[in-house]
């Protein structure tokens, strides 16, 4: 009896190991370390936000010698009268980054279809390197202080940063195919989790001299860099002689690789015989558009889905060590240190969970279960005590349950998306799909990132957890569509599986 494409599952590490060469290894790690000095000094900002807000906000007078220290004099160059002004303007800084961000994220993904993605990649981390420098060391250099220059600066900061993403996902979707794809999408999604780390190990260990010293460290390595990945990233199979994907020998086996977990094993003929790319004669695959890329299937429901659940994740990325340092009054450097343990539970959480969707053919599922849990964790750790060892290991679960499926749509889901049957398998589409995926969901995350800083300000803290719990479930009810129908292709592959026995 002859299995249904559905069934011929390929061994998901015997098609990994068969396929890896050294140059698979070495983009897997210039792709990872590029995007992880992306995310350090986003993490920068968030760990030294107390050390902000105090240098931009009123010192205490020295009573004793006012003559000597007028007050005009001793705050000139204070931006705000209180804390809770400097805090609320943080928080728009962040809406400003990401919103900035989504918009680059659309036009970057478009962009990193058309031109050289090393070329891309490589500019957006020197110029936003530069950038970085500028906002956090020479202002604070020159003592100049301006509200408006800052934003202007988080803007293009946004803008520039938005290019990494997209980028460094359609060029690991180049090498990698659907053989093993969760496993080493989940293990390289760990990518941001390592860059929070490193970015909060830098800040700590030079905060004591000042935050200006911190974005002057991570701009830095962050530069060298984009100048590393300029000579060395290799985008594609067919810059070394070696086959693309899809295009092996045996070509069956390749192709039902490269086919994504998407379920749509059901759709119609109609759909199965029509192509969003037009053939070309040379054979050489053409970008498809914006538009075109949004009517993939599944694309507009994870996107929206990615907005709900980035919103949660990106708010602890921005908000986790204030949160530490404003609630429990521990030190701005030990609040940076335990917030490690967030991203080591992502990490964690997307590679074993990436793993389960290889075994199982099949990524909704995974995500709803994981996100079930975090909803309990989440209500967990809102009433964590003020213990540093209860409160790590509570933090290290919900990010297990958050930043695994954060990093799965991001990457794994991402790349499925951008290799369906209806464009071929085309890599022209991996870098526009990745962007309106990230696009979308960095949206939500700008507006939840004001969100945030105002109910703090007004309700307190237990109800932004509140809030999370909210978005986290409305992450499950835009998938609620792909989880029933990958649960009822799974029962129905068991069904087969047991009249063929």
């Not at 803008?159 to 093993?180: D, E, I, R």
């Not at 990518?191 to 909060?200: D, K, Q, R």
């Not at 409160?391 to 499926?405: C, D, E, H, L, R």
């Amino acid at each position: 009896m002859a299995f249904p494409g559905s069934l011929r599952r390929q061994p998901a590490n015997r098609g990994l190991v068969s396929h890896c060469t050294h140059h698979h290894i070495v983009v897997f790690l210039l792709t990872f370390f590029s995007y992880s000095l992306l995310h350090a000094s986003r993490k920068t900002f968030s760990n030294v936000k107390v050390s902000i807000s105090s240098q931009w906000t009123p010192s205490c007078l020295n009573s004793t010698a006012p003559e000597l220290r007028p007050y005009e004099l001793w705050n000139s160059n204070h931006l705000f009268p209180n804390a809770e002004e400097a805090t609320l303007f943080l928080g728009m800084l962040d809406t400003i980054f990401l919103f900035s961000y989504a918009v680059g994220l659309f036009v970057s993904g478009i962009v990193g279809d058309r031109l050289n993605l090393r070329w891309v990649l490589s500019f957006g981390m020197c110029s936003s390197a530069l950038v970085v420098f500028f906002f956090g060391t020479l202002t604070e250099w020159l003592h100049f202080y301006n509200k408006w220059f800052y934003c202007c600066l988080w803007v293009v900061n946004g803008l520039l940063q938005s290019t990494g993403w997209p980028c460094v996902v359609a060029v690991m979707g180049n090498w990698f195919g659907k053989a093993g794809r969760g496993f080493v999408f989940g293990l390289w999604s760990a990518c941001a989790s390592v860059g929070n780390i490193l970015g909060a190990f830098l800040a700590s260990c030079v905060l004591k001299y000042g935050y200006e010293y911190a974005f002057l460290v991570t701009a830095s390595v962050q530069f060298a860099g984009g100048v590393i990945v300029f000579f060395g990233l290799l985008t594609s199979p067919k810059e070394v002689g070696l086959p693309e994907l899809g295009a092996d020998e045996d070509g069956g086996v390749e192709e039902d690789a490269n086919r994504p977990l998407m379920g749509n094993d059901d759709a119609d003929d109609d759909d199965r015989n029509y192509s969003i790319q037009a053939t070309d004669t040379d054979n050489q695959p053409k970008a498809i558009g914006f538009f075109q890329a949004c009517c993939l299937p599944g694309v507009v429901l994870y996107s929206l889905a990615y907005a709900c659940l980035k919103l949660v994740n990106y708010s602890f990325f921005f908000w986790l060590p204030f949160y530490l340092s404003n609630n429990f009054g521990w030190k701005e450097a030990e609040a940076d240190q335990l917030s490690i343990w967030y991203d080591v539970g992502g990490i964690i959480g997307g590679t074993i969970q990436g793993l389960i969707s290889d075994v199982l053919q099949k990524r909704a599922p995974v995500l709803a279960i994981s996100l079930l849990f975090a909803i309990g964790s989440l209500f967990g750790y809102s009433r964590s005590p003020n213990s540093k060892p209860i409160n790590a290991v509570i933090m290290a679960i919900t990010g297990f349950f958050i930043g695994g499926p954060s990093n799965m749509i991001s990457s794994a889901i991402s790349a499925d998306l951008g290799r369906q049957d209806l464009v071929k398998g085309s890599s022209e589409a991996l870098a526009t799909v990745t962007g309106i995926v990230d696009g979308t969901g960095s949206i939500g995350a700008a507006v939840g990132q004001y969100l945030v800083s105002l109910i703090q300000e007004n309700l307190g803290w237990m109800w932004v957890f509140y809030f999370f719990i909210l978005m986290t479930s409305s992450t499950i009810l835009f998938i609620s569509p792909l989880i029933v129908r990958e649960i009822k292709l799974l029962l129905h592959e068991r069904r087969l599986r047991m009249l063929t026995e």
